[in-house]
């Protein structure tokens, strides 16, 4: 949560990595998620969060994206 950005690749409702998330959400930075399939429980926590509104990252050329200013964060 310290850098600019967090991307999250892989989140259990109850993790570490979607704790990260929210803690930087509550900084004001923004999430990137890379979207999971609803029946892996791995994936459960990233799928939460883009219903919420995270950003969703399909691939590298999305990020690349993201990080030229091509796509705005939501």
Known sequence: GLGVMTLL????RRSGSLLTAQKTLQLGKNVLVVPGHPSEGSHLGN???LAEGATAVRDAQDL???FRGEIKYR
């Open 47 to 49: 799928l939460d969060l």
């Open 9 to 12: 690749i892989e989140a259990r």
């Open 64 to 66: 690349c994206m993201y």
